[in-house]
DNA sequence: TGTTAGGTTGCGTGC
DNA sequence: GGCACGCAACCTAAC
């Protein structure tokens, strides 16, 4: 029977916000006889790509408070979070619904690609009208690249110019004040299909005493849609303080903004990489990478707080150390990622990364692409690696950012800096790639465009190469904590010694070490 | 085709 | 404590 009102699929990815949202809006000006939010639990996320705990929990976090958003503009309304890969799942839908449009908003990494041509396929020959708007970034990647002379932007200052060309980033759009109801929800007639859980890169977090059971029903234990627990996943752990969903997000940006000399007078050179509790940075990141806090409305927002004080004489940071700056440091990086592809993220078929013979390679597939394990070439390389990753290599601001990083998911970007720096170029000539995994599995606010380029520009194979300039493990974090709180809280074996030797505590004489309670070298060593 | 200046965020020294 | 300077295996846009 044909229907004169869109029927609407509106697929919720890394957009898990009302605000802002201009592929949101676009489905609702459809003016949807029904109108499905879904989220589908891919598997590609689930077992081969590297999540931890944290951003399991974030993830859910931004799920659950959009869903209640829903509900609350809408009482029928949820989002109906599907336990199946979207390849699969989708096809059934649109039959099943009889849908005529499906909207979603575009998503620039390379799986995210490669499933969305096959989505758009599938909805074609299903004569599903498919609608993909740009809503991630202040510019549309391809548009920054285009103005770029085509090529990767690889300086701020290209980046600048070519942001220039294009104007002013889009200004926010409201969300939306009503939604139509979804038809028809029951999916008990449908053919479930369960994914295989082998390969499982995330089996190291998964809690083996708890069977997961998150692909055990379509629609949940409950058959209500619900946002899988991590007990469902089989998942245990979550240990960071930092929250998601668009609440928080949005609450989080006002009293930023409320701060007028913070937001105005920002420089990330200047901000504390050891500051904790709270953070020197606005740690909004989590927030953009989810979608769940639009950047252009942090950038208009910031740009009123500018304005403002220019009209009151007051001085203003700029870019690239102002928040604006922050902003446009991630569109390069989405640009450059843009004109490369899928080889941004590893060195080879990377045509901006330089090569440099680093120890602990990848190993390749077929295709070239990472294949998710590496060679180990060296022994002591393996032991300098594992011993970063876990925090243990003696050196106590590389060990307590490396354990912030694992117990919070968060660490500043100076940090990032020095322990980036300390396992590839300035100190074990481990392939930057290894460092890039870690960071990928352990932060919230994980970003492929961002995580590749800064692990690029740190190792010296793009955008940077200065390589002479090298972070000191003692004398940069001494600048902004020469008392080394930041090592105490994290490293608490070593709370009791003294200042003179926190950051290189190898240096205590041994009595001094006993008293301390932390015998850092033994005797004979 | 050559030269020059500049690049978000270094360190150690000396004043 | 703050600033200037040398270091010196870079890269590349702009002229």
Same mark, same amino acid.
């Given at each position: 029977?044909?229907?004169?009102?869109?029927?609407?699929?509106?697929?919720?990815?890394?957009?898990?916000?009302?605000?802002?949202?201009?592929?949101?809006?676009?489905?609702?000006?459809?003016?949807?006889?029904?109108?499905?939010?879904?989220?589908?639990?891919?598997?590609?996320?689930?077992?081969?790509?590297?999540?931890?705990?944290?951003?399991?929990?974030?993830?859910?976090?931004?799920?659950?408070?959009?869903?209640?958003?829903?509900?609350?503009?809408?009482?029928?309304?949820?989002?109906?979070?599907?336990?199946?890969?979207?390849?699969?799942?989708?096809?059934?839908?649109?039959?099943?619904?009889?849908?005529?449009?499906?909207?979603?908003?575009?998503?620039?990494?390379?799986?995210?690609?490669?499933?969305?041509?096959?989505?758009?396929?599938?909805?074609?020959?299903?004569?599903?009208?498919?609608?993909?708007?740009?809503?991630?970034?202040?510019?549309?990647?391809?548009?920054?690249?285009?103005?770029?002379?085509?090529?990767?932007?690889?300086?701020?200052?290209?980046?600048?110019?070519?942001?220039?060309?294009?104007?002013?980033?889009?200004?926010?759009?409201?969300?939306?004040?009503?939604?139509?109801?979804?038809?028809?929800?029951?999916?008990?007639?449908?053919?479930?299909?369960?994914?295989?859980?082998?390969?499982?890169?995330?089996?190291?977090?998964?809690?083996?005493?708890?069977?997961?059971?998150?692909?055990?029903?379509?629609?949940?234990?409950?058959?209500?849609?619900?946002?899988?627990?991590?007990?469902?996943?089989?998942? $245990?752990?979550?240990?960071?303080?930092?929250?998601?969903?668009?609440?928080?997000?949005?609450?989080?940006?006002?009293?930023?903004?409320?701060?007028?000399?913070?937001?105005?007078?920002?420089?990330?050179?200047?901000?504390?990489?050891?500051?904790?509790?709270?953070?020197?940075?606005?740690?909004?990141?989590?927030?953009?990478?989810?979608?769940?806090?639009?950047?252009?409305?942090?950038?208009?927002?910031?740009?009123?707080?500018?304005?403002?004080?220019?009209?009151?004489?007051?001085?203003?940071?700029?870019?690239?150390?102002?928040?604006?700056?922050?902003?446009?440091?991630?569109?390069?990086?989405?640009?450059?990622?843009?004109?490369?592809?899928?080889?941004?993220?590893?060195?080879?078929?990377?045509?901006?990364?330089?090569?440099?013979?680093?120890?602990?390679? $990848?190993?390749?597939?077929?295709?070239?692409?990472?294949?998710?394990?590496?060679?180990?070439?060296?022994?002591?390389?393996?032991?300098?690696?594992?011993?970063?990753?876990?925090?243990?290599?003696?050196?106590?601001?590389?060990?307590?950012?490396?354990?912030?990083?694992?117990?919070?998911?968060?660490?500043?970007?100076?940090?990032?800096?020095?322990?980036?720096?300390?396992?590839?170029?300035?100190?074990?000539?481990?392939?930057?790639?290894?460092?890039?995994?870690?960071?990928?599995?352990?932060?919230?606010?994980?970003?492929?465009?961002?995580?590749?380029?800064?692990?690029?520009?740190?190792?010296?194979?793009?955008?940077?190469?200065?390589?002479?300039?090298?972070?000191?493990?003692?004398?940069?974090?001494?600048?902004?904590?020469?008392?080394?709180?930041?090592?105490?809280?994290?490293?608490?074996?070593?709370?009791?010694?003294?200042?003179?030797?926190?950051?290189?505590?190898?240096?205590?004489?041994?009595?001094?070490?006993?008293?301390?309670?932390?015998?850092?070298?033994?005797?004979?060593?």
């Amino acid at each position: 029977m044909p229907h004169s009102k869109p029927r609407v699929i509106y697929w919720f990815r890394t957009d898990l916000r009302l605000h802002d949202s201009p592929a949101l809006q676009a489905a609702l000006d459809l003016d949807p006889e029904v109108f499905y939010p879904i989220w589908t639990w891919d598997p590609h996320y689930v077992y081969r790509a590297r999540v931890g705990a944290n951003r399991w929990q974030f993830l859910t976090d931004c799920q659950r408070d959009l869903s209640s958003s829903l509900t609350k503009l809408n009482p029928k309304q949820k989002l109906h979070l599907i336990r199946e890969a979207p390849q699969t799942v989708l096809p059934k839908l649109f039959k099943l619904w009889s849908i005529t449009h499906l909207v979603f908003e575009k998503d620039t990494d390379a799986y995210a690609r490669d499933r969305d041509r096959g989505v758009m396929k599938l909805a074609e020959d299903a004569g599903v009208e498919v609608i993909v708007k740009m809503g991630r970034t202040l510019y549309d990647p391809n548009e920054l690249v285009k103005h770029n002379g085509g090529r990767p932007t690889m300086s701020m200052a290209q980046t600048q110019k070519a942001a220039a060309a294009l104007g002013d980033p889009a200004k926010p759009i409201p969300p939306p004040t009503s939604l139509p109801d979804p038809g028809d929800t029951d999916l008990s007639s449908i053919d479930h299909q369960r994914p295989d859980p082998t390969p499982d890169l995330n089996a190291a977090h998964r809690d083996l005493s708890h069977k997961e059971s998150q692909y055990t029903s379509i629609m949940g234990p409950n058959k209500d849609f619900s946002i899988p627990t991590l007990e469902e996943m089989g998942i $245990s752990g979550a240990t960071t303080p930092h929250r998601g969903g668009e609440t928080i997000a949005l609450r989080t940006l006002d009293t930023i903004i409320s701060n007028s000399d913070y937001t105005g007078l920002f420089e990330k050179p200047k901000t504390a990489p050891t500051a904790f509790s709270p953070q020197s940075t606005t740690l909004l990141s989590p927030h953009h990478h989810f979608g769940s806090l639009s950047i252009r409305l942090f950038y208009w927002r910031v740009q009123e707080i500018y304005q403002k004080r220019k009209q009151a004489q007051k001085p203003n940071s700029s870019i690239p150390e102002s928040l604006h700056g922050q902003l446009l440091f991630r569109d390069m990086y989405f640009g450059a990622q843009a004109a490369v592809g899928a080889p941004f993220a590893q060195e080879v078929g990377n045509p901006i990364c330089k090569f440099v013979d680093w120890h602990l390679r $990848s190993k390749l597939n077929e295709h070239n692409l990472l294949a998710g394990d590496y060679i180990v070439d060296n022994e002591k390389a393996e032991s300098y690696f594992r011993r970063w990753k876990f925090g243990v290599t003696g050196f106590p601001w590389i060990d307590a950012l490396m354990r912030q990083l694992r117990l919070e998911g968060w660490i500043h970007h100076l940090g990032r800096h020095a322990v980036a720096c300390f396992l590839t170029r300035g100190g074990c000539y481990v392939h930057w790639e290894r460092g890039a995994e870690v960071f990928e599995e352990w932060l919230i606010d994980h970003e492929v465009a961002c995580n590749s380029g800064n692990w690029m520009w740190l190792s010296c194979t793009a955008f940077f190469s200065q390589f002479f300039r090298v972070y000191s493990p003692v004398a940069f974090p001494k600048k902004s904590d020469p008392a080394g709180e930041f090592v105490r809280h994290f490293v608490p074996e070593l709370k009791n010694f003294d200042k003179k030797y926190i950051y290189e505590p190898w240096k205590a004489p041994i009595v001094d070490q006993r008293k301390w309670g932390c015998l850092v070298k033994g005797r004979g060593v």
